[in-house]
C-alpha cells in the first residue's frame, strides 16, 4: 500500500471513530423511501477496517471462474485517441495489438499523476487502484445501510442466473451468491480487480459492456449495474442489451447516485467549491459522451425497451454527521469517509484531461473540495435511485 493509500484509510478510520462515538438523537433527515427499513444483519463496524472484515464474502474460501470475455487488442479505447478529441487520452497506439496475450492485455494498465486506470475496454476515468476498490467497497456499505441491509428492491424469486454488470470489486455479485447459493452469478467490468477467492457460483469476466453484449439472449433471471452513469456511452442501447438477455419474466434493476449537493436548508452556498465540483464533473462527462444524470431517465429507457412494472425511487444520502438521527448519522459518516476517499479518483483525470487543468491547480481545488466536504456547517446529501423493471412473460 501507497504511503497515499495510508494517508486516506488513516484519515477515513479516524472520521468514522469520530463520527460513529456522536451517533445519537432524533430524526433529521426524511427520505422518500416507500417501505420501511429493514434491520442491518451485521454489527455495525466503526472503522473502514473492521467495514471490510464485517463483510463475511470475502471469507468464503473457493477456486474463482475466471474468464475474459473477448480481447481483440484492438479495443474501443482507442476511441478516445481520434482526431478532433478536445481532450487527453491515457492510451496511446500501443494500447494493444492481436498478438497481445489476453490476460496480458486486461492488466496493462494505464498511470496517470499516481493512480491508476483500466487497460481494457472503454476508456474510463476513474482509476482502478487500491486506494479507489477500498472507496467502491465503502460505497458498497453505504447503499447497503441505506436500503437497510437490501442488495435490491425488485421482487426476485430464486433466481438461476444473475449478472453484475461493471461489478467493480465485485462486492454486489459475492453477497448475492451467498444469498442465492442455487443461482450462477456473472460479473462483468473493464477491470479485473475482483478477488480470487469467491463463493463458487460468482463467476467474473473482463468485458466492455459498450459492446455488443454476447451473453444468450434471454438467458439470465435478473440483471443488476450499480454506478454505472459515467461510464456508459449509450443508455438506451445499454438498457435494450438488458432486455435482450434477459428471460421472459425476468428482472432489471439500476442503481444510481446522483452527481449533486444539494443542501434542503440552503446551508451550501451556490458558489461553493462543492458546487462547482458537481457542475464541472457533470460537464466534463457530458463533453465525453458519458453523462453522470442518467437516474431521470432510466424508467423512460426502460419503458421504451419494453420493460413492464416498473418502480423508481429516491432515497437521500447524507454527507457528514450532521443529521440527528442514528441511521442517518451513520449513513452520512461512512458516506463522508467516502467521499472523501472517492474525491481524488473521481476528479483527478477528468479535471486535467478532459477540462484541460493545470496538474498543481487540480491538486490544490482537490484539497479544498475535501476540506468543505468535512465542513459540519453543510447539511447536505445527494441522492440515490433505484429503477427496476420487468421482462414481460
Ligand atoms: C463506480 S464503479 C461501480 C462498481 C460496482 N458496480 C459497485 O457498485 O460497487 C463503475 C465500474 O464500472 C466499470 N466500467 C467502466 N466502464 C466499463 C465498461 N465499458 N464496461 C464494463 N465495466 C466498466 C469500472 O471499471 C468500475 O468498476
Known amino acids: 500500500m501507497s504511503t497515499k493509500e495510508q494517508g486516506s484509510s488513516a484519515e477515513a478510520e479516524k472520521v468514522v471513530s469520530e463520527t460513529t462515538e456522536k451517533a445519537g438523537a432524533s430524526q433529521a433527515v426524511e427520505t422518500s423511501a416507500q417501505q420501511p427499513p429493514v434491520p442491518v444483519p451485521v454489527p455495525v463496524p466503526v472503522t473502514v477496517t473492521e467495514v471490510a472484515t464485517a463483510i463475511p464474502s470475502l471469507q468464503t474460501a473457493a477456486e474463482p471462474t475466471y474468464t475474459i470475455a473477448i480481447d481483440d487488442g484492438e479495443g474501443p479505447q482507442t476511441d478516445y485517441t481520434s482526431s478532433g478529441s478536445d481532450y487527453d487520452s491515457l492510451y496511446g497506439s500501443d494500447s494493444g495489438s492481436a498478438t497481445t496475450s489476453l490476460t496480458e492485455s ?29 472507496q467502491l467497497d465503502l460505497f458498497h456499505h453505504v447503499f447497503l445501510l441505506r436500503l437497510g441491509g437490501k442488495l435490491f428492491l425488485a421482487p426476485i424469486e430464486e433466481p438461476q442466473k444473475i449478472m453484475d454488470v461493471g461489478t467493480g470489486t465485485g462486492i454486489w455479485a459475492i453477497q448475492i451468491a451467498e444469498d442465492f447459493p442455487e443461482a450462477a452469478v456473472m460479473g462483468n467490468d473493464v477491470s479485473p480487480i475482483q478477488p480470487n477467492w469467491v463463493p463458487p457460483n460468482v463467476a467474473f469476466e473482463v468485458d466492455d459492456f459498450n459492446e455488443p453484449w454476447l451473453q444468450t439472449p434471454g438467458s439470465y433471471d435478473f440483471i443488476h449495474s450499480r454506478d454505472c452513469h459515467a461510464a456508459v456511452s449509450n443508455w438506451p442501447d445499454f438498457v435494450r442489451n438488458a432486455f435482450h438477455v434477459l428471460k421472459p419474466g425476468g428482472w432489471y434493476e439500476s442503481q444510481e447516485h446522483t452527481v449533486e449537493i444539494t443542501a434542503d436548508d440552503g446551508s451550501v452556498p451556490e458558489d461553493n467549491i462543492l458546487k462547482d465540483w458537481v457542475r464541472d464533473l457533470s460537464d466534463a462527462f457530458e463533453r465525453i459522451g458519458k453523462t453522470c444524470h442518467a437516474h431521470p431517465h432510466i424508467d423512460k429507457w426502460m419503458e421504451e425497451a419494453g420493460f413492464v412494472n416498473i418502480k423508481k425511487q429516491y432515497f437521500k444520502l447524507p454527507i457528514g454527521t450532521w443529521p440527528k438521527d442514528p441511521l442517518e448519522k451513520e449513513i452520512g459518516a461512512f458516506n463522508l469517509v467516502n467521499m472523501l476517499d472517492a474525491t481524488e479518483g473521481f476528479t483527478n483525470a477528468v479535471y486535467t484531461r478532459v477540462l484541460g487543468r493545470d496538474n498543481e491547480v487540480v491538486a490544490q481545488t482537490i484539497k479544498d473540495i475535501r476540506k468543505n466536504l468535512k465542513n459540519k456547517n453543510f447539511h447536505m446529501y445527494f441522492r440515490f435511485c433505484v429503477t427496476y423493471g420487468q421482462k414481460p412473460e
Not at 115 to 126: D, L, S, V
Open 106 to 134: 486486461v492488466k496493462n494498465y494505464k498511470y496517470h499523476n499516481g493512480r491508476r486506470y483500466n487497460a481494457y475496454g472503454t476508456q474510463y476515468f476513474i482509476p482502478n487502484d487500491d486506494v479507489q476498490q477500498e
